[in-house]
């Protein structure tokens, strides 16, 4: 199964890089909307959303529109997990060993996943019920299983282009189920993965 995911992510982030820039923008206003119309959009304390790259839809419409209670914050590598630190547009960044800018924190003082009350993470792919498809590092996964013994926060959202949608996924043990999938058209809310 892992070969066949392999491949479908090559073909899926070949996809997003193909759509042009004018319908890269307005689909990210687009999501921006409706990351804040979700249910749970309104919580307080500390939210993730991401730097995007290798056509990742982008973030930044919603970054600039977050309620004044939501820090934003951006992951930062800790040994095999991730942690979250806060960020403004024009604090300082470095690049990860995978060229992704984060924040220029000590790891170690970073938030852990579990202080965290909304995390917007970047989908390769998707289906209709639900399923994500991530890079293939299990960054996420890693970091959120605790959500798998237990429902805690915090809220994770998957984010893409309604492009990135697939008729079907296959589904792994160790994928972390998301609360909503949302893209410049649609919003989803899964089914858990032992339904």
Not at 47 to 55: H, L, N
Not at 85 to 101: D, F, H, K
Request: with cysteine.
């Amino acid at each position: 199964m892992t070969e066949l995911r392999q491949k479908l992510r090559q073909q899926l982030r070949q996809h997003r890089r193909d759509i042009p820039a004018a319908m890269r923008i307005a689909a990210a206003e687009r999501l921006a909307a409706r990351l804040l119309s979700l249910p749970f959009a309104d919580v307080s304390g500390p939210v993730a959303g991401y730097w995007a790259m290798d056509g990742e839809i982008a973030l930044h419409r919603w970054q600039m529109q977050l309620p004044a209670q939501q820090t934003y914050c951006l992951p930062v590598l800790h040994g095999k997990l991730l942690r979250f630190a806060p960020w403004r547009p024009g604090q300082p960044l470095v690049s990860n060993r995978y060229g992704i800018p984060e924040p220029d924190v000590d790891p170690a003082q970073a938030l852990p996943p579990e202080e965290m009350a909304l995390v917007v993470a970047p989908l390769v792919g998707f289906d209709d019920t639900g399923r994500r498809l991530g890079m293939g590092g299990g960054w996420y996964d890693r970091s959120f299983a605790f959500r798998q013994r237990q429902a805690a926060p915090p809220w994770l959202v998957g984010v893409g282009f309604s492009a990135q949608q697939v008729p079907s996924l296959p589904v792994e043990d160790w994928d972390v189920a998301v609360d909503a999938i949302c893209t410049e058209q649609a919003t989803l809310y899964p089914e858990p993965l032992n339904a």
